[in-house]
């Protein structure tokens, strides 16, 4: 088994040890904010992103046995994987500290989590393992070329971007329905029960009402950018989950939903732009927004709304 581990090269040195609590996450948040910061808005993940595959882990694995982090001498935190449920490897390094090694190391540390006795979840599916890559990452791309993995197609991703300059289309919905933020209580129960609707059965939908409250004490989570439509009875008819990154001004969507009965009825796009004005009073002058290549009724909305195509994530498999 793969212990607590140190690395020296003639540059650098770091050292490796799983995920413990809640600082962890803040310096994962941290290092996403920083290396966006360096390198443009797409080879690292938004925090919402982070945020929303930290939160998939909690629910249904352990973190403290599924995320392993990499540190510096100085005890800066360097580098992150995430092995998730699918199961899916997700790694993320400092630009300094990019292909010297800490990619090989927590490629290794999943392989091997994944033979450990007590996965036979995992091993039924065959040893097939996920990853991915922007378009515009030649070496991510041939970092996981080189260790198998083969591009999928299956789930694809278009990323799309909207400015925030200027102003933002007023929404217009069905009368008697609200869009607004998730109320303080009472609504928890429903926000999570509007996931699994729109979700199941994908893993994005396999969440409870306590879940969903766990998601709500999450540092980076803005209970006044968890916007929903409601309807006159009280039903959560469509979502979307907004989050922030304050250093690098750029917001982010997702997950987005709505209800099948309530779908073509101008409540998604209502709660967009509702959470576009409140990111705009952050201070964000731009949002970001990913879907699957194959949904067009998605991604037509969001053009309809100002949002541009701009990279795409290619999924990427490997088969044993």
Request: charged residues 25%; aromatic residues 10%.
């Amino acid at each position: 088994m793969i212990c607590n581990r140190s690395h020296t090269t003639p540059a650098q040195s770091w050292s490796s040890r799983l995920y413990e609590g809640e600082d962890d996450l803040q310096q994962m948040l941290a290092l996403q904010m920083e290396a966006r910061s360096r390198t443009g808005d797409w080879r690292y993940w938004h925090v919402g992103e982070l945020l929303w595959a930290f939160f998939m882990v909690d629910c249904h694995l352990k973190p403290q046995e599924h995320i392993r982090l990499w540190h510096n001498a100085a005890g800066k935190l360097i580098g992150w994987v995430i092995l998730g449920e699918d199961p899916s490897f997700d790694c993320q390094v400092l630009p300094e500290y990019e292909w010297s090694g800490i990619e090989e190391e927590a490629l290794a540390w999943a392989e091997e989590r994944l033979t450990e006795p007590g996965q036979a979840a995992w091993q039924e599916q065959g040893g097939h393992l996920v990853s991915g890559a922007r378009q515009d990452d030649p070496r991510r791309i041939a970092f996981l070329e080189q260790h198998g993995f083969r591009y999928h197609g299956r789930f694809a991703e278009v990323n799309m971007i909207r400015s925030l300059d200027g102003p933002i289309p007023e929404a217009v919905w069905p009368a008697g329905c609200q869009v607004r933020s998730l109320a303080e209580t009472g609504e928890t129960g429903g926000r999570a029960q509007a996931q699994r609707e729109v979700w199941q059965p994908w893993t994005v939908g396999n969440i409870s009402e306590e879940d969903y409250a766990r998601l709500m004490r999450l540092p980076g989570y803005h209970r006044d950018l968890d916007i929903v439509a409601v309807t006159p009875d009280g039903v959560i008819a469509s979502y979307v989950n907004g989050w922030i990154d304050p250093l690098n001004r750029i917001g982010d969507f997702g997950p987005v939903g709505a209800l099948p009965a309530y779908r073509r009825r101008e409540l998604t796009r209502a709660v967009l732009l509702e959470c576009m004005r409140r990111m705009k009073a952050y201070g964000m002058d731009r949002v970001c927004v990913s879907t699957t290549v194959s949904n067009t009724p998605a991604r037509c909305l969001y053009e309809s709304i100002g949002f541009r195509i701009v990279n795409r994530y290619l999924d990427y498999m490997r088969v044993r």
